[in-house]
Each structure stands twice: as structure tokens, then as C-alpha cells.
């Protein structure tokens, strides 16, 4: 009786160390909220957080309240895209005729409610290569009217010229499958992609949290859920977002899948449990209306755009409006809290091999992200395609 008596107070303690954990140790925050979940159980885990959380985003709405939205980088008057034309125009022997890559601007969500520069494409430079052609952009958004501190970072990624890669991770997504426990997990990006690598980013959540699929190298990690969204790389090279019901009679022509959360927005149609409140579906055991660190994946109605984003402080809603808005016809939420987000760069190290950068200062990273220590949970990765990957 006396820990039922107490057992508020218990969860407002351990809710205030696990969010010190978290924002100021990126790798005790996750084993102290495993190490609770394996004593006093997921659901009390989920209260915990959700009380964290919500007294956080209710002093950030106190404290913050007069705060305008703020900008990350500068924004150019004009893009060159001269080098971007060059390569186009050099000739058939030169490089193959593929159309210049750049998105177009969409302005802020909210006219009044943004930053300089907000819904305006930069260039994403690639350290490794600094005069070849631009495949990548970046911009910011801030879509939550009520939280100016709301911020949806968004890379944009010209699926003409770049590959998109999956590796599990030494530990997630945990496997009970025969084969998917004899599978051998490299956990980092092979030296031989270093040459042309230019970002990588998180993959999605834990098995435990949702029982989301993988599947690689043709083996399936986790068996696919039907209501899931799936993130697949086809055969042939085109990649596609969507339901599974509507694209698992065609798994034979996977290289490989991810899946997570119900589609948030699919073929432009918003899923209708983001106008619940109550919707617990985007953030593991976590509501929709926490307001947490997200970070989404997303493709434009023609699947030659990817879109993946990251945030600080945004609702499931905001997230998924944010990217929609950035010009992808369907989104998925990968993954959320404190420590897993993120999207990094990479640049040569004087001494030799390669540096992650972040692409937004106060995301959790390591200088080694994904190339060189062993990534405890699954990610993606992106790499130029070759001049003869580029021809017809």
C-alpha cells in the first residue's frame, strides 16, 4: 500500500533523471529507461516519460511563449546551379543527361509564425567531393503555431543520383526468426561506400516497441505487420513508401524493407488517427500529442524525391505536416527521443577516413557515427551513384 501511496511522486523522480539522463548522457538516458521497463514494466516507463515530457513542453510553453522561431543557417539570395547545369550539358560522353536536381521553394507552413529562410532549399555541400553536383538540399520548418521552438529539419534527396542503404544494427532490430538470428550484422557503412558517401540517419524503433519489420540481404529479421508503413528498396533501384497490404504482393521485388507507424500521410491523404488526440500510434509507447524529438522519411508523388527530416519539440501532427508540406505525398515516422534522431554528414579527416557531422547543431551524434564504432540499432545511409549507375 505504501508504494501505491507514494508511487506518483516515485514516477515525477524518475521521470525528472530520466530526462536529465537523456539530455545530458545520450547513452544512459536508453539503458536506464530499458533497465526500468525490465523492473516495473513498459506501461509505467510510458508514464513516466509522458510525465517528463509533458512538464517540459507545459514550462516551455510558459517560459518560451513570447520566442520567435529562430534560423539555423544562412539562406542565400540565389542558388548557383551552374555546376549542376555543366554536368548536364557536358555531353553524352561526359555524363549521362539527367535533369538538374532542385527542389522547389514552399515557403514557410506559417507566414507569420517563421524564421528567415524558412520552406527555401540550400544546397547540402559534399565535403568529399566539393565541385561535383549538387544532390541534396536542406531546409527548416516550424509548423506548431503554439511552440515557435517546434523545429522540422529536411533533407532532400534526388533519388536520381543517390542510393539509399539499410543496415541492421549489432542488436536492433532484435530478431526471434531461425535465420534472422544466424544473420550476420556488419552494424557500421562498408569502407568500400566511403568514397561516395554523403549522409547517413536513423533507422527505426526497437522490436519491443511496435514489432516493425526488417527485412535484408534476404533475410527477415522481423516479419512484416500489414497495418505497418513500409520503406522498401526495390530491385531495380526505385524506392517506395506505403502500407504493406498494398505492396506485399510484390516483396519478391525487395532488396530489402523497414517498416514503422501506420503511414502518417500516404498518396497525400492524411491518416485520420493524426486528428485523435487520444492515438497513441507514432512515438512507441508514447501518445501522439508528446511533444518529443522525431524524425520521419518521406517520397513525392513521383518517388524521385526523398525526403527525411528530423525535429526538435514537435507532435506526431507536426512532424508529418512538416515534411508534407516540404513535398512528400506519403511519410513515415521512424523514430523517437532524445538520443536516436539524427542525420549526419560526412568529411575527410586530415589524418585520413571520415568525420560525421550533424546537419543541425544539438543533435546527439559521435565524430565516428555509423563508420566507425559497431551502431547498436538499425540506420540508413546514402551514396552518389557512378556516371555508368546514371545512364539508361
Not at 539530455?23 to 508514464?47: C, F, K, Q, S
Not at 524558412?118 to 509548423?143: F, I, N, R, S
Not at 505536416?321 to 554528414?345: E, R
Request: glycine letters at 8%; hydrophobic letters at 40%.
Amino acid at each position: 500500500m505504501r508504494v501505491i501511496k507514494w508511487s506518483p511522486v516515485v514516477m515525477v523522480v524518475l521521470g525528472a533523471a530520466l530526462w536529465i539522463a537523456a539530455h545530458r548522457l545520450p547513452w544512459l538516458g536508453p539503458m536506464l529507461a530499458d533497465g526500468l521497463r525490465a523492473v516495473i514494466g513498459a506501461e509505467a516507463v510510458t508514464a513516466i516519460q509522458d510525465t517528463a515530457y509533458g512538464i517540459q513542453d507545459r514550462f516551455n510553453r510558459w517560459w518560451r511563449k513570447d520566442e520567435a522561431p529562430k534560423a539555423y543557417w544562412e539562406v542565400p539570395a540565389t542558388v548557383d546551379t551552374s555546376k549542376t547545369d555543366e554536368v548536364a550539358d557536358a555531353g553524352e560522353d561526359a555524363a549521362p543527361q539527367v535533369p538538374p536536381f532542385r527542389p522547389q521553394n514552399v515557403g514557410p507552413v506559417h507566414t507569420s509564425w517563421s524564421a528567415p529562410g524558412d520552406g527555401e532549399w540550400v544546397p547540402v555541400p559534399d565535403a568529399q567531393h566539393p565541385d561535383a553536383e549538387v544532390v541534396m538540399y536542406k531546409t527548416l520548418l516550424h509548423p506548431d503555431r503554439n511552440r515557435s521552438w517546434a523545429e522540422v529539419f529536411v533533407v532532400a534527396v534526388d533519388l536520381k543520383r543517390v542510393t539509399l542503404h539499410a543496415v541492421a544494427g549489432w542488436q536492433e532490430p532484435k530478431s526471434f526468426e531461425t535465420a534472422g538470428k544466424a544473420y550476420k550484422r556488419t552494424a557500421k557503412i562498408p569502407e568500400a561506400h566511403h568514397p561516395v558517401l554523403l549522409g547517413a540517419f536513423n533507422g527505426g524503433f526497437k522490436t519491443e516497441h511496435g514489432w516493425y519489420g526488417m527485412k535484408i540481404d534476404d533475410v527477415t529479421l522481423v516479419k512484416p505487420r500489414k497495418n505497418a508503413c513500409t520503406l522498401a528498396m526495390m530491385k531495380d533501384g526505385s524506392v517506395k513508401i506505403a502500407t504493406w497490404q498494398s505492396v506485399e504482393g510484390i516483396e519478391d521485388r525487395m532488396a530489402w524493407f523497414r517498416q514503422a507507424p501506420g503511414c502518417m500521410y500516404e498518396g497525400g491523404e492524411m491518416h485520420p488517427g493524426l486528428r485523435d488526440p487520444s492515438s497513441r500510434a507514432w512515438g512507441a509507447t508514447l501518445d501522439g500529442e508528446t511533444v518529443i524529438r522525431r524524425s520521419a522519411i518521406g517520397i513525392d508523388a513521383s518517388g524521385e524525391t526523398l525526403f527525411v527530416a528530423i525535429t526538435n519539440d514537435t507532435t506526431a501532427r507536426a512532424l508529418a505536416d512538416g515534411v508534407k508540406h516540404a513535398g512528400a505525398s506519403t511519410v513515415a515516422q521512424m523514430d523517437v527521443n532524445w538520443s536516436y534522431p539524427k542525420f549526419v554528414l560526412y568529411e575527410p579527416r586530415p589524418e585520413g577516413g571520415l568525420k560525421a557531422v550533424p546537419l543541425a547543431k544539438g543533435f546527439e551524434h559521435g565524430e565516428d557515427e555509423y563508420v566507425g564504432k559497431l551502431a547498436m540499432r538499425d540506420f540508413f545511409y546514402l551514396t552518389r551513384k557512378s556516371p555508368e549507375e546514371l545512364r539508361p
